[in-house]
């Protein structure tokens, strides 16, 4: 009896430490309303994004209105920034977008296919696509910040079509370097379905 209360007790702390270790962990996906007018700016304001993501020191925010889809991205970082849509596992057959803000505020963008798990990753030209990406801006502080929009369906076949209803796969990754190739520090993937005006 002794040996077995002894045990519990400690089970009960190492489950109790585990929930506070992972407690800075915790993912969360909040939803609302898009109240106001989306810019390319490097700010993310209240009202300007329907999906929220958090989770590992990455902030992803997402929102659909006139056939294209808005993205910003907040890392903890002063490197690039990464969004992947559908493909998996890993970075398997997934259309992404790679970023970073240089000192002086030029923000570099490039529009990307990975062809197996872990790579190589390539800009869409290279395979025969097009750079689909409409608009972006970005600052840099402490944090990382960029903003994008593409089209819902670009009709590249090394984009990943996004059907507004329809649910799909987000992959997302950072790193501490300004550049496209250097490997991620953090990386995750969700699964989220966004609705919006077609």
């Not at 970082?77 to 969004?83: D, E, K, L, P, Q």
């Not at 493909?87 to 803000?101: E, L, Q």
């Not at 750079?131 to 990943?160: H, Q």
Request: contains cysteine; negative net charge; glycine residues 14%.
């Amino acid at each position: 009896m002794k040996g077995e209360s002894f045990l519990c007790r400690g089970l009960g702390i190492v489950l109790f430490m585990l929930l506070v270790l992972s407690a800075g962990c915790l993912r969360t996906m909040e939803r609302s309303n898009s109240t106001v007018d989306w810019v390319p700016d490097g700010v993310i304001s209240e009202g300007e994004y329907s999906v929220h993501y958090s989770g590992d020191g990455f902030d992803l925010y997402l929102r659909v209105e006139n056939e294209s889809l808005m993205v910003g991205i907040v890392a903890q970082t002063r490197g690039w920034v990464a969004v992947g849509f559908g493909g998996g596992p890993g970075m398997r057959d997934t259309d992404m977008v790679i970023a970073y803000v240089l000192p002086n505020g030029t923000v570099r963008i490039s529009d990307e296919y990975s062809t197996g798990f872990s790579g190589p990753h390539n800009p869409d030209r290279i395979y025969g696509g097009s750079f689909d990406i409409t608009s972006y801006g970005g600052k840099e502080g402490n944090v990382t910040v960029v903003e994008f929009s593409r089209p819902l369906e670009t009709g590249d076949r090394y984009d990943f079509q996004i059907k507004p209803g329809e649910e799909f796969r987000v992959a997302w990754a950072y790193g501490s370097i300004d550049d496209f190739l250097s490997m991620h520090s953090k990386a995750g993937s969700f699964r989220v379905r966004l609705g919006g005006n077609r």
